[in-house]
């Protein structure tokens, strides 16, 4: 009996170490681009510059959705105030777009926002973040190949028209549209990155460049007609606002995802020749660009024609039509399909990058780590993840799938916003160090224990408690333990921080749960309020951190209206992520399940932190250059 229970409390033991490991697992965090680590088969060419950033976020930004989306966003929701629409749109995605620009500078990786959470929040949050992420460009890129189709035979004259090869095809008994054309085009994409990073972004250069004309050619000419024959549009007698200031924003929150793709600039910061300057004009640019073309072409469109009268499908060209420029159609179907062969293109690009640097961390097989060393690109994981696509797109109408490519982008945007609020206040302390250099992280221990001990002999005039105090240290080797001044308001930050994200979670949930009475409502929004911007205050008024100076990579750009910008961030796209329906978190909840399968079993265990050693950011590099002596 005693040898049975005693079993049984061992086994109870091993239960919970298992589940202390796991969970440690989950909140390890990574050093910025493991900068005391060399890998030369690791190194991505860098080509890059400005004009090459911007014409890949134009062009992975800019779809073809723009050129339907006028028509059935100001149909249903906006009206006439389209423009403004598209400006608070613009003006939301700019908030991600200032937290990217600063963790990009600090942190340039081709990992993007999986990399950026991997350092600031822990393992699990950015391996969820990366399984979204490659859901999204994978799905992203399917579903944009399949549009290009339906847009190529309407520039020939109809289905009948294109080449049998590319035309889609049912099959019998199935009821499966197979799309040869969606395939063969991720393909021929797929083999252009293949070849290099500098003709790829010269062949999106030269497809953006097209699609922005076509941009410009609706605008100016759109703008003629209108001062020639009077902007009709605008002269309703319902006004301005004919759905109200509600269905303004409901518009702004359609359109918000047309600014989805800039984010692809952020995973070729390893190709970039100056990161530090290039990575925020390249993103600023890019939301620059975007947005002025996005309020001209909808400024010009609801003038031209009432909205009610718009052709939710073909609205641009149906405008047209209506002052007898049917020619139009041909300058407007070439730039949506450059447009959609831009944004293949951009989606397909940066998921390699992303399989790449989570199998630098050990969460993938090495495969998708493998550097081609003649094109300096990792042509294994491009074209494992092009295939992939391909046959998504030649089998799937993945159409339906389409709302699952938001949750990764939004939760990118999400994390990514509370890593600036967390390098602000809280940036990690702690650097984990390989076990290959745990002989000198003895040697520096055993030169700190020596120190503390003198220290103790001298100001307390008694060492009977080194002992004690030495095992503390080589339990948790070179982390100071003393309570200080410091540590207490890196506590009150991180629990202000916790509390804003517990406020916005509060506020969201009650504000998208319709089916809830207006009281519980209203008074479950007034908690959550009251503990988001209690909270923001207590954040605001504590000094940040000074380590977040020496923090990764010095000099570049800084978010500004820090926390408050961070904290419109998180709520905007927690409130985007909570609206997307319970159909979509479904799917995705299959998506998630099979990810934490994988990192269960696999990426957990083969984590290059593993076996690290946490120590003090401060003893880095002394450590570092001690071990190179050594050597």
């Keep these: 009996m005693l040898v049975r229970e005693q079993s049984s409390r061992d086994s109870d033991v091993d239960y919970g170490r298992r589940l202390s490991g796991v969970f440690e697992s989950l909140v390890r965090r990574k050093q910025v681009d493991s900068?005391?680590?060399?890998?030369?088969?690791?190194?991505?060419?860098?080509?890059l510059s400005t004009l090459d950033l911007v014409a890949i976020g134009v062009g992975a930004t800019i779809g073809a959705g723009v050129y339907i989306l006028v028509g059935t966003v100001a149909r249903e929701h906006a009206g006439p105030s389209l423009t403004i629409s598209f400006f608070i749109a613009g003006v939301a995605a700019a908030l991600s777009a200032f937290c990217y620009a600063e963790l990009a500078c600090?942190?340039?990786?081709?990992?993007?926002?999986?990399h950026y959470t991997y350092i600031c929040v822990g393992e699990g949050v950015a391996w969820?973040?990366?399984?979204?992420?490659?859901?999204?460009?994978t799905i992203g890129g399917s579903t944009v190949a399949r549009g290009i189709t339906p847009n190529l035979a309407l520039f020939l004259g109809g289905e009948d028209k294109l080449p049998v090869f590319l035309a889609r095809i049912t099959i019998p008994g199935l009821g499966i549209v197979v799309d040869p054309c969606a395939a063969i085009l991720i393909c021929i994409v797929t083999a252009l990155l293949c070849f290099g990073?500098?003709?790829?972004?010269?062949?999106?250069?030269?497809?953006?460049?097209?699609?922005?004309?076509?941009?410009?050619?609706?605008?100016?000419?759109?703008g003629y007609l209108g001062f020639r024959d009077g902007w009709v549009g605008y002269e309703l007698p319902n006004g301005y606002f004919p759905f109200g200031v509600n269905g303004m924003f409901a518009g702004s929150a359609v359109v918000f995802f047309s600014y989805i793709?800039?984010?692809?600039?952020?995973?070729?910061?390893?190709?970039?020749?100056n990161p530090q300057r290039d990575l925020p004009l390249g993103i600023g640019l890019t939301m620059l660009i975007c947005s002025v073309l996005y309020m001209l072409v909808s400024t010009v469109i609801v003038g031209l024609v009432p909205y009610y009268a718009l052709d939710p499908d073909t609205p641009i060209s149906s405008a047209f039509a209506s002052y007898g420029v049917q020619w139009a159609m041909?300058?407007?179907?070439?730039?949506?399909?450059?447009?959609?062969f831009a944004s293949l293109l951009g989606s397909i690009l940066p998921q390699p990058r992303i399989l790449m640097a989570m199998a630098r961390d050990g969460?993938?097989?090495?495969?998708?780590a493998d550097i081609n060393k003649h094109t300096q690109v990792p042509v294994k994981g491009t074209i494992i993840t092009g295939l992939f696509a391909a046959a998504l797109a030649f089998f799937m109408d993945v159409s339906q799938l389409a709302g699952m490519v938001s949750v990764g982008t939004l939760l990118a945007f999400t994390t990514v916003a509370l890593s600036v609020l967390i390098l602000r206040y809280v940036?990690?302390?702690?650097?984990?160090?390989?076990?290959?250099?745990?002989?000198?992280?003895?040697?520096?221990?055993?030169?700190?224990?020596?120190?503390?001990?003198e220290t103790d002999s001298n100001v307390v005039g008694d060492s009977s408690g080194s002992s004690d105090k030495g095992n503390t240290m080589l339990s948790y080797p070179l982390i100071e333990r003393d309570v200080s001044r410091e540590e207490k308001r890196r506590k009150t930050a991180a629990w202000a921080i916790a509390l804003v994200c517990i406020g916005i979670l509060i506020v969201t949930f009650t504000a998208s749960a319709k089916y809830l009475p207006s009281i519980p409502r209203f008074v479950s929004c007034g908690v959550g309020g009251v503990l988001l911007l209690g909270s923001l205050i207590v954040l605001a008024s504590l000094d940040q951190d000074d380590a977040r100076h020496s923090f990764g990579h010095r000099g570049g750009f800084a978010c500004p209206y820090v926390p408050f910008l961070p904290a419109a961030c998180i709520l905007i796209n927690s409130y985007l992520l909570i609206d997307l329906g319970l159909a979509t978190w479904i799917r995705v909840s299959v998506w998630f399940a099979i990810g934490a399968l994988v990192y269960v079993f696999y990426g957990r265990t083969h984590s290059s932190l593993v076996n690290a050693v946490y120590v003090r950011t401060d003893y880095v590099d002394e450590i570092c250059c001690s071990s190179n002596h050594v050597a």
């Design 363 to 368: 969460l993938l097989p090495s495969i998708f």
């Design 427 to 453: 940036p990690p302390h702690e650097s984990p160090l390989p076990s290959s250099l745990q002989d000198a992280i003895n040697s520096k221990l055993s030169q700190l224990d020596g120190e503390s001990l």
């Design 128 to 137: 969820l973040v990366g399984w979204a992420l490659i859901l999204e460009w």
């Design 197 to 222: 990073i500098k003709k790829s972004s010269l062949a999106q250069t030269i497809v953006t460049t097209i699609n922005v004309c076509a941009l410009l050619f609706i605008a100016i000419v759109g």
């Design 106 to 114: 600090r942190c340039p990786s081709a990992g993007s926002a999986y």
């Design 35 to 47: 900068e005391n680590v060399t890998r030369e088969n690791h190194q991505l060419a860098k080509k």
């Design 330 to 340: 041909y300058v407007i179907t070439v730039g949506a399909v450059t447009a959609l």
């Design 261 to 273: 793709g800039f984010d692809s600039i952020t995973s070729t910061a390893e190709e970039m020749k």
